[in-house]
């Protein structure tokens, strides 16, 4: 019997935690993930290199008039017309935010707190269409507004989501009508 106790006491099996190997890995990883975040934070800085070309965005005139329409909701980024991926950074564009959004005579008011404000002229509004996605962000179809817009020499699409969605299409109407106006009157002239 004596075997058989002392087979018992032993110890059965060996430290299964590697601590040395776990602190390796665990540091790789957070050195991996601030790589990958450096590397982000560049090729953004980039992108807003390479558009340095873009103008100035322009400010809200003193008096805008009254507003047609508002509404509160949020901004979800510029890319160039016609190509949903390809984001503006420049300006502060490609930052996503709450906004504030007021349409008047004179153009679009964009409102964004912590972030910077721009104004679109009712002359260089190009066409506003309800769609699903644009630069990284995908909603369900209509689910966003985009404003189509003029700015320097290329066209901006903007996309804009409200806190009340069914206010998309009464924007849709007010804007494209806006602009028929605007190009009716400058071919009469």
Do not use: C
Not at 24 to 33: A, K, Y
Not at 36 to 65: F, H, I
Not at 76 to 104: C, K, M, N, P, Y
Not at 124 to 146: M, N, P, Y
């Amino acid at each position: 019997m004596t075997p058989l106790i002392s087979i018992a006491a032993e110890q059965k099996s060996a430290e299964v935690t590697d601590w040395a190997a776990r602190v390796g890995w665990l540091v790789g990883l957070v050195l991996f993930v601030a790589l990958v975040y450096w590397l982000m934070r560049e090729g953004w800085k980039w992108r807003g290199t390479l558009q340095s070309d873009l103008p100035e965005v322009p400010s809200a005139p003193d008096d805008a008039g009254p507003a047609r329409l508002s509404m509160s909701g949020r901004y979800h980024g510029s890319t160039t017309a016609g190509q949903w991926l390809d984001r503006i950074v420049a300006h502060g564009l490609g930052t996503r935010s709450r906004a504030e959004l007021t349409l008047t005579d004179a153009g679009l008011d964009v409102v964004r707190p912590g972030a910077t404000d721009f104004f679109v002229p009712a002359a260089q509004l190009r066409e506003a269409r309800l769609d699903k996605g644009i630069a990284g962000k995908v909603l369900t179809e209509g689910g966003l507004l985009v404003v189509t817009w003029a700015h320097g020499d290329r066209l901006i699409d903007s996309g804009f989501r409200s806190d009340t969605a069914a206010e998309h299409n009464e924007w849709v109407d007010v804007i494209n009508s806006m602009i028929n106006t605007t190009s009716t009157e400058g071919a009469e002239r």
